[in-house]
């Protein structure tokens, strides 16, 4: 691990590098990033699943790109219109008509109980913005001059797309000014210096932008869309992970600065000890991260992309920028707290005696850390996943609210109804055997090409509830049965279903993957086979408790009814990998002090040398997580509390208490079956040298 400390030998190289750094970031920037590629289907999935085969033979019909915004009228009391509420509804029906695909609308429908009214108005969804200016036209006409009492809300296909964009509108600019803001205040009391945190804060947002220009130019060429939600992650993490190096290599750098005059120096040796644990880290995290690319689903692959992409730019940015950056500005840059050659270490005292405390009894304390993460689980049991189209916001837009009404008077399926495409032939028989499945409330012949045909059914379930879900299947078994009918069933609600069975595939696959990443990884880094399996436990273990706390506030503080679909694979993933790093800093500092002394005191003084950088980077990852909180998806939130509170528990509970427990319960043998035994000893510069072989 040599490489990395050469660029720093002098203040002129190190400014030389920085130079460089300046001129390549000009130059990445300066490139054009090419047009953005749409997915095959709108719903990323793969034509494998019937709504995407739906959705592109829906191509071929005349009505193919247009969709019904649905104009939902209502009293504001829930009473029934009056007679002139139908009068003001039919007016605004006429003046709706221009604004329709074709130039018409049909006369409005009443719902049984005389409360609410519907207007259907069909839009062109083939251009997004387009859509969006065509819906915001729709709401002020359906608004305008109504009676007293009487409200408008604009739902259906179209408003929920325009809703969705309009509540991402600023948002990665919210979400940049949280995340900076946050990292600022956390390196600020970590250090306490007024000049010192710039410089990890400055080499991090740079990293962060980099990342977005590196994905914008190369994720066209590979066919992968990043979307917003993709594109928050990825920012976080970046965030997150490049101030954990920095957190790590300061803390190296300080304590050399205490021990020579040269700060050129002092840092060449803090780069070659921390070296191998940022680069396993980066590298454990981004091959967990490209493991998402083999998920079904487009928005994981995307997010599995960005994401590796952004800690990629975060360790180098740690292993060459950020190095030459301190070294520029010298000791001075640490003021009030100097470190000077001769200074006793502050650092590490309280994780000293905590350390001490557990060596004394390591049975009784890891046994009880073990139950306490074993009963914050058990929050975890009777876990709900899969939330409806209205349950995916934070604050509900005006699509939600205006689908709530209809449900409340209409079948709830009449927003979002499903689509049968099968051949014109077979439609009288497919009709027939749509209506014989329970939950049906409509089916009935739609647009009709020379090959393709589409039946519309309405069902009475709440798009994206389980009812829903069960009444789609039955659908599709149905007019699966129709001899030569090669029917499939499509639309938003068909569409959600196969998102669910696409992430339970997606999660079967791709966590496994990233367990044998994991564990190789420390089995490489380690020269051991015991000390991954139990490190691995510790981080499965966290998940399941932080999953288990995680819903307790869910269901009983936030209310949301369950998790999103991605969110139990992404903060898994998440967890794991970045559960890890901790893992990486504290049992590659506890084997080399093993080296010089025997695993016990390796433990201990590696417990009190990372104790406080682990901490402080566990809390800061932490938080940054938690300002996912920001953005108006319920997902992202889940995600960020989720890692939040993993997070939490795996650097103030499982990391200060129960690994070290494990060494110190197991000794020697935690390395087997490797022999790390204090054969050695430490040069000046830090080098462990083998007094006899490591291995017998």
Not at 7 to 33: C, D, E, N, Y
Request: proline share 6%; hydrophobic share 55%; glycine share 8%.
């Amino acid at each position: 691990m040599t490489m990395p400390t050469r660029h720093v030998a002098t203040r002129r190289t190190a400014l030389a590098v920085l130079g460089l750094v300046v001129l390549l970031v000009a130059a990445i920037f300066a490139i054009p990033a090419p047009a953005k590629v749409a997915p095959l289907v709108s719903s990323g999935l793969p034509t494998s699943y019937q709504s995407a085969q739906a959705e592109l033979r829906q191509e071929s019909l005349p009505s193919s790109g247009v969709a019904p915004a649905i104009v939902v009228y209502s009293s504001t009391d829930g009473g029934p219109l009056t007679a002139e509420d139908k009068a003001a509804v039919t007016a605004r029906a006429s003046e709706l008509a221009p604004l329709a695909v074709g130039g018409t609308v049909a006369p409005p429908a009443y719902s049984p109980d005389g409360t609410v009214a519907v207007v259907a108005v069909p839009v062109d969804t083939t251009d997004d913005a387009a859509v969006g200016a065509k819906v915001s036209e729709i709401r002020t006409v359906a608004a305008a001059d109504l009676p007293e009492g009487l409200q408008a809300q604009v739902t259906g296909g179209p408003a929920f797309i325009t809703d969705l964009t309009k509540v991402f509108e600023g948002a990665d600019t919210t979400l940049l000014i949280a995340t900076a803001s946050v990292v600022a205040v956390l390196l600020l009391i970590t250090y306490r210096s007024p000049w010192l945190w710039l410089v990890p804060l400055t080499v991090v947002g740079i990293a962060e932008q980099v990342t977005t220009k590196l994905v914008a130019l190369l994720a066209p060429h590979l066919g992968i869309v990043v979307d917003p939600a993709a594109a928050g992650i990825t920012s976080v993490l970046v965030f997150g992970a490049a101030t954990d190096y920095a957190l790590l290599l300061i803390a190296r750098y300080r304590d050399r600065l205490r021990l020579e005059d040269s700060r050129f120096h002092a840092m060449q040796v803090a780069l070659r000890r921390t070296a191998e644990a940022i680069i396993a880290s980066a590298l454990t995290v981004t091959l967990s991260l490209l493991a998402l690319l083999l998920a079904e689903q487009e928005s994981l692959r995307a997010i599995g992309f960005s994401s590796a992409v952004g800690v990629l730019v975060a360790m180098l940015t740690g292993l060459f920028v950020l190095p030459a950056a301190m070294v520029v500005f010298g000791r001075g840059l640490f003021w009030p707290f100097v470190p000077h050659v001769g200074d006793a270490p502050r650092e590490g005292r309280v994780w000293g005696r905590i350390g001490e405390a557990v060596q004394r009894r390591p049975h009784v304390i890891g046994i009880a850390s073990t139950a306490a993460l074993l009963v914050l689980a058990l929050g975890g049991i009777g876990v709900s996943v899969g939330l409806s189209q209205t349950e995916q916001f934070r604050v509900k837009p005006e699509a939600v609210l205006g689908q709530e009404t209809l449900a409340s008077a209409f079948p709830a399926g009449q927003s979002a109804p499903a689509a049968v495409l099968t051949n014109p032939a077979s439609v009288p028989a497919v009709v027939a055997a749509a209506k014989t499945v329970d939950g049906v409330v409509v089916a009935v012949p739609g647009a009709t090409s020379a090959d393709v045909a589409q039946v519309d059914v309405i069902l009475t379930g709440s798009p994206g509830s389980e009812e829903s879900y069960d009444q789609i299947r039955a659908l599709r078994e149905a007019v699966a049965a129709v001899p030569g009918a090669d029917a499939v069933v499509g639309g938003d609600v068909a569409t959600r279903l196969d998102a669910k069975e696409a992430a339970i595939r997606d999660a079967s696959v791709v966590i496994p993957i990233v367990l044998v990443i994991v564990a190789l990884v420390l089995v490489l880094l380690l020269r051991s086979l015991l000390a991954p399996l139990l490190l691995v436990a510790t981080v499965l273990l966290t998940f399941f408790a932080a999953l288990g706390v995680s819903w307790w506030i869910f269901d009983h503080v936030l209310g949301y009814p369950a998790l999103d679909n991605q969110v139990l694979l992404l903060s898994f993933l998440f967890l794991v990998a970045l559960g890890v790093d901790y893992n990486i800093f504290l049992a590659t500092r506890a084997r080399e002090e093993a080296m010089v002394a025997d695993t016990r005191a390796g433990m201990l003084t590696a417990l009190r040398a990372t104790g406080g950088v682990i901490t402080s980077a566990g809390i800061l990852l932490a938080a940054v997580f938690a300002v996912l909180g920001v953005l108006p998806l319920i997902a992202l939130a889940q995600v960020g509390i989720i890692v939040c509170i993993g997070v939490l528990l795996d650097t103030l509970l499982v990391r200060t208490v129960l690994v070290p427990s494990l060494a110190f319960v197991f000794g020697e043998r935690f390395w087997w079956p490797s022999e790390v035994d204090g054969r050695g000893h430490a040069d000046a510069e830090g080098h462990v040298v083998l007094d006899v072989p490591a291995h017998r």
